[in-house]
């Protein structure tokens, strides 16, 4: 580390990189171990949320639909707020 | 049945460490007084030979041994110093087709009659050359470093180790530097086993006599000498043996009389 990096990440300018890294890490392990790309998830969470709307009233504003991955384990966690509708 | 332990040495991406590991666990083990063999499954890029000093006393493979041209002892190599360690090269690097899991099985088999450790050193990536020397084992040690292509490579290896049903799985976290973990450029030892959830096994840190090693084609486990990587190998070793040692703490490494004395050896006064 150099003493520009110290400044910088005294200053809150830059994280450190090792956080980073495990984030970048556990987005793309979750993608490699279920072997499903962005596009696909994509795609899958547009199907969600039109099967779940035909039910209720989503906002979609707020919906997140995403890979989560703990101890090898993968699991597609959806988050979808219902509209309060009274 | 069979109580030879055999272990594939792996870790998807090249560079990490898996020979270097293979040569000072092998020399630990024997030096234990366990019979012991290391198998180099990575016959297109062999290099196992080299970092034993073993390069020029290779006149047959495995390859042979499965033809019948020459039997199993006229092609294992004994170590010089170490009389415990035997050195088998899967195949001669201008044959490259030659091998499958089935005679990677039969080398195996014969190696087992004779040897307590069977310690095979597996090429790079996950194709054939990894199939191969999967097929054989029994359990496995995945060598990785704290950094993130080294990780992704290392979980698609483990994912493939848990399909073939090669099983105890352990980690090695290689090259790990203290400093730079303590400033948190680094993945953290914790990061890296909670994000491949495997035992971990022992770590490494960086240390430049794994070069000076290579280069005299003597690993550091040969010497009872103190270097950092030398004490993580033996230990290494001592724990596949069932030994109960401690993991060393990166945040705790204090460097000892003997590293600054050896540091002031090395220093330039010309």
Same mark, same amino acid.
Not at chain 2, 80 to 83: H, L, R, T, V, Y
Not at chain 2, 219 to 227: H, R, Y
């Given at each position: 580390m150099t003493l520009q990096d110290l400044i910088d990440k005294l200053l809150g300018r830059q994280t450190a990189s090792a956080d980073t890294a495990r984030q970048r890490l556990q987005l793309v392990l979750a993608h490699d171990r279920s072997d499903l790309n962005p596009e696909l998830l994509e795609q899958m969470r547009r199907e969600i949320l039109e099967v779940v709307s035909r039910y209720v009233e989503i906002d979609l504003s707020e919906t997140d639909v995403s890979l989560e991955t703990e101890d090898r384990v993968t699991a597609l966690v959806a988050n979808l707020p219902i509209r309060r509708t009274l | 049945m069979s109580t030879t332990r055999t272990i594939l040495i792996c870790s998807g #991406? @090249?560079?990490?460490?898996k020979t270097t590991t293979t040569a000072n666990l092998g020399i630990a083990l024997a030096r234990s007084g366990a019979s012991t063999v290391v198998l180099d499954a990575d016959f297109g890029l062999r290099n196992l030979d080299l970092l034993l000093g073993l390069e020029n006393r290779i006149v047959y493979t495995a390859q042979e041994v499965l033809a019948e041209t020459c039997r199993l002892e006229q092609a294992l190599v004994k170590h #010089?110093?170490? %009389?415990n360690l035997s050195l088998l090269p899967a @195949?001669? %690097?201008?044959? $490259?087709?030659?091998?499958?899991p089935k005679d990677m099985q039969a080398i195996v088999a014969l190696l087992e009659e004779r040897f307590d450790y069977v310690l095979i050193d597996c090429p790079a990536g996950i194709e054939d050359g990894f199939k191969n020397a999967a097929a054989a084992a029994r359990e496995a040690l995945v060598i990785t470093t704290p950094e993130v292509a080294a990780v992704r490579d290392a979980d698609r290896v483990i994912g493939l180790l848990n399909t073939q049903g090669v099983s105890p799985v352990q980690l090695v976290l290689n090259r790990v530097r203290p400093k730079m973990m303590s400033s948190q450029e680094m993945l953290s030892v914790d990061d890296v086993t909670d994000i491949l959830a495997l035992p971990l096994l022992g770590l490494v840190f960086e240390d430049e006599q794994v070069i000076v090693s290579t280069n005299r084609g003597e %690993? $550091?486990? $040969? &010497?009872? @000498? @103190? &270097?950092p990587a030398a004490r993580a190998y033996g230990n290494i070793a001592g724990r596949l043996q069932g030994k109960d040692i401690p993991l060393m703490d990166p945040a705790k490494i204090r460097r000892g009389l003997r590293a600054k004395m050896r540091e002031l050896m090395q220093t330039k006064i010309f």
């Open positions: - | #991406k @090249g560079g990490v460490g #010089k110093q170490e %009389p @195949g001669n %690097p201008r044959m $490259l087709e030659w091998l499958t %690993p $550091l486990t $040969l &010497s009872d @000498g @103190g &270097s």
